[in-house]
T-cell receptor, first 114, second 117 residues
Framework: DTGVSQDPRHKITKRGQNVTFRCDPI?????LYWYRQTLGQGPEFLTY????????KSRLLSDRFSAERPKGSFSTLEIQRTEQGDSAMYLC????????????FGPGTRLTVL | AQSVTQLDSHVSVSEGTPVLLRCNYS??????LFWYVQHPNKGLQLLLK??????LVKGINGFEAEFKKSETSFHLTKPSAHMSDAAEYFC???????????????FGTGTRLTIIP
């Protein structure tokens, strides 16, 4: 499968714990995006990378959130000291610019904070 | 700032009848507009996109949408609904200042489409 993959698909954690998610984009895609989707809502933009550079962060991304894309390929999203409000689906998408503005989405990681 | 309003949170139609999902947008720049579909426990899939070419856009599975700048609308239609069309549909806008600008997507709140047998 050459689509966007995310790991893990589900994560249950206790409040206050740290969690890390991984996203593997489509090979050769230079853009990588993170979104968050809460129940009954559309996805909301969190941050994006152009190759290894993180170029924009949403104000939704508090100081407890950090994202990296160290070699311009896969990306990780870490949440420190999780809170119940962090419970959501975390989506990753990738694209190849300027060839196309179509973003391809992964299946998401569903986080539940108890 | 860009935004999208999906006018109906739920739409129910009978199988074989037309589908209309309504969307209005607001954009500061020349927008790209998309419709994505999300089936239960599956990832978001692109149905179609408008990027300043033809105003009537055809997508997969018989869906199409018409960009109307004067009405700031991008409604999604399908002539005949199929049971497999039952899903959540998102209207999406992207502003792009340049070819290298941020193309973050702004999603609507979604419309849940139910197909009645």
């Amino acid at each position: 499968d050459t689509g966007v993959s995310q790991d893990p698909r589900h994560k249950i954690t206790k409040r206050g714990q740290n969690v890390t998610f991984r996203c593997d984009p489509i090979s050769e895609h230079n853009r990588l995006y993170w979104y968050r989707q809460t129940l009954g809502q559309g996805p909301e933009f969190l941050t994006y990378f152009q190759n290894e550079a993180q170029l924009e962060k949403s104000r939704l991304l508090s100081d407890r959130f950090s994202a990296e894309r160290p070699k311009g390929s896969f990306s990780t999203l870490e949440i420190q000291r999780t809170e119940q409000g962090d419970s959501a689906m975390y989506l990753c998408a990738s694209s190849l610019v300027p060839s196309s503005n179509e973003q391809f989405f992964g299946p998401g990681t569903r986080l539940t904070v108890l | 700032a860009q935004s999208v309003t999906q006018l109906d949170s739920h739409v129910s139609v009978s199988e074989g009848t037309p589908v209309l999902l309504r969307c209005n947008y607001s954009s500061s720049y020349s927008p790209s507009l998309f419709w994505y579909v999300q089936h239960p426990n599956k990832g978001l899939q692109l149905l179609l996109k408008y990027t300043s070419a033809a105003t009537l856009v055809k997508g997969i599975n018989g869906f199409e949408a018409e960009f109307k700048k004067s009405e700031t609308s991008f409604h999604l239609t399908k002539p005949s609904a199929h049971m497999s069309d039952a899903a959540e549909y998102f209207c999406v806008v992207s502003d792009r200042e340049s070819d290298f600008g941020n193309e973050k997507l702004t999603f609507g709140t979604g419309t849940r489409l139910t197909i009645i047998p």
